[in-house]
């Protein structure tokens, strides 16, 4: 799906990590916030991505029980066989 200033879904989901780090240079900031403005897919998207920083910023190594951690590894290790 395409909204304004011609940027796609697919595109603000690639830059939502430098968006939430605030890194974009100021065109692309523009481009995503206007896509944001008429795509509330997006703007959901963009509220769980802020939720889930916040959720994993609290913790830790000494958090999790092994066997979530272990699995955790193991996803991290496996996501792109999965694309």
Known sequence: MTYSNDLSC?????LVTEYLENSLPFGEKAQFEAHLAVCPGCRIYLEQMRQTVHAVGHLTGE??????????LALFRNWKNRV
């Open 10 to 14: 697919k595109e603000l989901v690639e």
């Open 63 to 72: 958090s999790l029980d092994p066997t979530t951690r272990d699995r955790l």
